[in-house]
């Protein structure tokens, strides 16, 4: 961002005047975001943690105001962004000639280099249907370029400017190596490649020049250098690639140079050297489709001198056409393949809809036409069958279809299909009140069966004196219907949802599943189908939560937590303190749903903290998210739902007896189960292969690494510090060091040095343990330091559950007791031996010893490999294996079936 001194020399240069200056501090440059951004139907939203601007900043679409943010990040015209600015008033005049005002906010307040201003920004594709709607706010000009004339007039009001920008604006190869190389982007003046590296990798570049990317990396595995160092060099500028033109994601397509000087050279060395052009067959004429550099482009005009061509984004293009030419002899211009040409022909529609008893009729007249065509019509004079004029009549058909397709077999197929009386046998008048009968008496939410609305309908008929149509002509138009609409007003948008054709997304606008690992991931949790007992007691504690991450580019299970709690934010730090664990890192952009704990001021908070970017899928369209629900489905179905006290059979519950009932059969207990589970994604699901890869999750994952680099840069060491920074903390984020040292929750927390500072009322950052409440952590003198509770032999290994349901509990027994009742930790300590007998405090004590010694298993283990340490004593079944054989035997079998993976949308 820009320093105030900076800004004032921006304003000063650009000739922004002082009440402008005013304006842009007091409402835009110091002031919050206008609103909390959401995204609307079949749109992600999310935070991105902009490295330029040190803040996060909002955008709400995917495809538009989320390319649009890293375009302005990456940007070095750009000084400063800020999202969701302050409303502006729009003043227009509305149809009937009346001056309105609107207060409206527009996506971002940009500051460049030589101006700042407003800008908007809209889907291309969309814009000629937006403006239709609001006719008074967007208009094309001349260019075919957008704007907002009510907004640059209130721009121009304050020596600022308004623009309009669509996707059109966006190079979707740049914006794609943008995201590939963000971790690099971000560390770029902290990152350094080693002289002896840089050489030995330009020595390579040199003896080989445009060398691809993958040929280069490949070439590391004998080398000092690695993918990292590559990357690196790219982003500093002491490699070159053109990465307005090429995905690195691909790496066999990128082509790899000293410098951009090299490239050029490269390149007019091979023109010299080209002798014979290539042959490239194309039809060159207007209408014509050619792809050039990744993109379809359409031919509108062919002059003498130039081609002008339009893309499939709209975008406009002309060019000399001796260029034209040179790019098609140099394969850089290609024409339609067959399979292209093949997708619109009209040749193609008649012989598939054709019957094999119209191809016995063409062939025995083919028969005769090619007779008549190679002797005249000699033998037909006297024949009976077929007589001259039919093969004359077959003849004429013959020739009119091969001047018009260029094969006269298709005129000689019979057109049986098309005889009968086409025309419509009831008037519009009862078509038009059938037609509303449908929409506005069966396509609502009372949900009326077809023969109630056809009797109403029937009625009003005869009424009118019109001939009604049938009962199943009538169902028959209900049935031709757009059935995902139909289901909408019927059943609601969710059930409209499972109808509704999904749509796979093929553009460039981003790629579908990450380019590499870690890039996306997918972050949520479900309710396991197995019901789980106390493995000091054996009592049954009801089914576990399970959180899961999922990498998307390789489908391999990246973290995981088995809880009793339902989830929250607690859920999400311990995946990431599990993935860190395992990894040394945390996803760069982490789809989550809308769940209350993906909105927790700790969850973004920790987000932010490491620059990771949450993408938030659009309420009620599990679709965005399939690749983790049908992981969930695997892991149920090939795994839970095969083990005893799995709650399949609660399905039909009214069949359910006490012998068969689950809490009666259940033997695992919590930390058993997390051995399990580490042992299935990790060795069974990992290593079996993936029908959507053709290859392992984990070799997927490997593989993706060596190409796209390991980022040992982003690597985030595992030790105290950073489990700190994984626990929550107070409201305000602070507290004040007082003489009984400082209050978290209720509690005082003590450390021995608050001694000789605890009477300057110093407010410092606190942090404190859900898990073991008698903990807490304070940041004094640039560490944290580690505070006990005054009650610490009470509340040891209390988890914050237990503190909010004790809490809970003491508000309740002293609600009509006294107004000035206040809880403090010497209240709670005496509470505490008074609901020891409290029979729901003793089923969530057990629950959250059971989640301690899973956690004791996994989070202190430093060697990576979990181990059950304490958890035998269970008795049904201590003479099996901590394992996945802890599967019923009768249900499990060792072969690829069993762990099919689900398909994915």
């Not at 490295?51 to 495809?63: A, C, D, F």
């Not at 996803?587 to 903290?609: K, W």
Request: with cysteine; aromatic share 12%.
């Amino acid at each position: 961002m820009l320093t105030e001194f900076e800004f004032l020399m921006w304003c000063e240069k650009n000739n922004i005047a002082k009440k402008s200056q005013e304006y842009i501090n007091n409402n835009i440059r110091f002031a919050q975001p206008a609103r909390r951004v959401g995204g609307g139907s079949g749109s992600t939203s999310g935070r991105y943690p902009s490295h330029k601007m040190g803040v996060t900043i909002q955008w709400e679409s995917g495809k538009v105001e989320g390319p649009a943010v890293l375009m302005l990040e990456n940007d070095e015209d750009v000084l400063e962004y800020y999202d969701q600015p302050n409303k502006i008033k729009l003043e227009y005049m509305d149809h009937n000639g009346r001056n309105r005002g609107t207060l409206y906010t527009p996506d971002f307040f940009v500051i460049r280099t030589n101006g700042a201003g407003w800008e908007e920004w809209k889907p291309n594709d969309n814009m000629l249907k937006i403006s239709k709607e609001q006719k008074w706010k967007f208009r094309q000009n001349d260019d075919g370029s957008w704007s907002c004339p009510p907004g640059e007039h209130f721009a121009q009001e304050k020596g600022l400017s308004f623009r309009v920008c669509t996707t059109e604006l966006i190079n979707w190869n740049l914006h794609r190596n943008y995201v590939f190389l963000d971790d690099y982007l971000r560390r770029i003046k902290k990152l350094e490649v080693k002289k002896e590296v840089i050489d030995e990798i330009k020595q390579i570049v040199f003896q080989d020049p445009g060398i691809t990317l993958k040929d280069l990396i490949d070439l590391s595995l004998d080398r000092k250098f690695c993918a990292d160092d590559i990357y690196t060099s790219i982003v500093k500028n002491l490699l070159y690639v053109n990465l307005n033109n090429a995905a690195l994601a691909e790496p066999e397509t990128v082509k790899v140079f000293l410098h951009k000087e090299h490239a050029v050279m490269f390149m007019n060395l091979i023109k010299s050297g080209e002798q014979l052009a290539k042959p490239n067959l194309i039809c060159f004429e207007v209408g014509s489709e050619i792809s050039w550099d990744n993109s379809i482009w359409k031919l509108i005009n062919i002059g003498h001198t130039k081609v002008s061509m339009v893309s499939d984004l709209g975008t406009y293009n002309e060019i000399p056409r001796e260029l034209f030419e040179h790019l098609i002899a140099e394969n850089r211009i290609i024409g339609q393949t067959a399979q292209q040409s093949l997708e619109n022909d009209p040749i193609i529609d008649i012989i598939t809809q054709a019957s094999d008893a119209d191809y016995e009729v063409a062939n025995y007249r083919m028969k005769h036409v090619e007779n008549y065509l190679r002797n005249g019509s000699k033998e037909y004079k006297n024949s009976k069958e077929p007589n001259l004029r039919k093969v004359r009549d077959w003849v004429s058909k013959y020739k009119e279809a091969k001047e018009l397709f260029g094969y006269g077999y298709v005129g000689l197929l019979p057109k049986n299909k098309d005889k009968g009386n086409r025309t419509e046998r009831f008037n519009s008048s009862v078509l038009e009140l059938m037609n509303w009968y449908i929409e506005e008496e069966y396509e609502n939410m009372v949900q009326k069966n077809k023969s109630v609305v056809y009797g109403a309908f029937k009625n009003v008929c005869d009424e009118k004196g019109y001939i009604s149509p049938s009962l199943a002509t009538f169902c028959k138009h209900i049935d031709e219907r757009p059935i995902d609409e139909q289901t909408g007003k019927r059943q609601g948008k969710r059930a409209k949802y499972q109808k509704t054709t999904f749509y796979w997304e093929l553009e460039r606008t981003t790629p579908r599943h990450g380019d590499f690992p870690f890039n996306i991931c997918h972050l949520d949790h479900t309710e396991l189908d197995i019901e789980l007992v106390c493995s000091r007691t054996g009592k049954n504690l009801g089914k576990p939560y399970l959180s899961l991450m999922v990498d998307a580019f390789s489908r391999r299970v990246i973290a995981f937590y088995l809880s009793f709690d339902p989830p929250s934010y607690r859920s999400c730090l311990m995946v990431f303190r599990d993935c860190v664990r395992r990894y040394n890192r945390l996803p760069q952009q982490i789809v989550v749903d809308n769940g209350p704990e993906f909105h927790s001021v700790y969850f973004e908070t920790f987000l932010a903290m490491y620059e990771r970017e949450p993408k938030r899928r659009p309420p009620a369209e599990p679709r965005y998210g399939s690749i983790l629900e049908r992981l969930f489905g695997t892991t149920n179905t090939r795994f839970i739902l095969n083990l005893k006290g799995n709650t399949k059979i609660m399905k039909n519950v009214r069949q359910v007896t006490k012998s068969v009932n689950p809490k009666s059969n259940a033997v695992w207990d919590l930390p058993n189960l997390c051995v399990s589970l580490e042992e299935f994604f990790f060795e069974l699901y990992d290593t079996i292969e993936h029908p959507a890869l053709d290859q392992t999750p984990r070799e997927a994952f490997v593989k993706g690494l060596f190409y796209s680099g390991e980022r040992r840069s982003l690597h985030i060491q595992n030790d105290k510090t950073f489990e700190i920074l994984t626990l929550p903390s107070t409201a305000r984020g602070e507290a004040t060091i007082q003489q009984s040292g400082v209050k978290i929750n209720y509690i005082y927390y003590w450390s021995n040095e608050f001694i000789s500072i605890h009477h300057q009322k110093k407010k410092v950052k606190v942090r404190y343990d859900p898990f073991n409440i008698a903990i807490a952590y304070v940041y004094l003198n640039k560490r944290w330091i580690q505070c006990v509770s005054q009650y610490y032999s009470i509340f040891q290994n209390m988890s914050e559950r237990e503190l909010n349901f004790i809490t809970s509990e003491m508000r309740k027994s002293n609600k009509n007791k006294s107004r000035n009742y206040t809880l403090n930790a010497q209240r709670i300590a005496k509470f505490i031996s008074q609901i020891e007998g409290n029979e729901k405090f003793q089923v969530l004590k057990a629950k959250q010893d059971e989640m301690r010694k899973a956690f004791r298993i996994f989070y202190k283990n430093e060697q990576g490999k979990p181990e059950v340490s304490e958890c035998h004593n269970l008795q049904p079944y201590e003479d099996k294996d901590i394992s996945i054989s802890g599967m019923d035997s009768d249900n499990y079998q060792d072969d690829n079936e069993v762990f099919d993976v689900y398909g994915e949308f």
